[in-house]
């Protein structure tokens, strides 16, 4: 299985910026999937997952309210919507893939697949 995401890049504080991250290789039925972040000398960090209904999304308290994750499952496909971002947000976001039961907010270690990242900056 492959993850790839797209849509980082440098934005203004207040701006919105959407991700996006495609599985190949097989069908991640029954999956769950979202997102985690990185910067230099810490921890990746969750962000967001939505299970395989597409029912019950959960979010880091960081971004609660402000991102929103989603997914097309037909499309093998998750997404990450943020909105009125923060410097702070400044970050590698990974998308990722835990099998069914999976609680993204325990940490990476739940993860079974990464996709390889993409950079997003938000200057002040």
């Known amino acids: 299985v492959q993850l790839q995401a797209s849509g980082g890049g440098l934005v203004q504080a207040g701006d919105s910026l959407s991700l996006s991250c495609a599985a190949s290789?097989?069908?991640?039925?029954?999956?769950?999937m979202g997102w985690f972040r990185q910067v230099p000398g810490k921890d990746r960090e969750f962000v967001a997952a939505l299970p395989w209904s597409g029912q019950s999304p959960y979010y880091a308290d960081s971004v609660n309210g402000r991102f929103y994750v989603s997914r097309e499952n037909a499309k093998n496909t998750v997404y990450l919507q943020m909105n009125s971002l923060k410097p702070e947000d400044t970050a590698v976001y990974y998308c990722?893939?835990?099998?069914?039961?999976?609680?993204?907010?325990?940490?990476?270690?739940?993860?079974?697949?990464w996709g390889q990242g993409t950079q997003v900056t938000v200057s002040s």
């Open positions: 990722a893939a835990g099998g069914y039961g999976s609680l993204f907010s325990r940490g990476a270690r739940e993860v079974d697949y």
């Open positions: 290789g097989r069908t991640l039925v029954g999956y769950v």
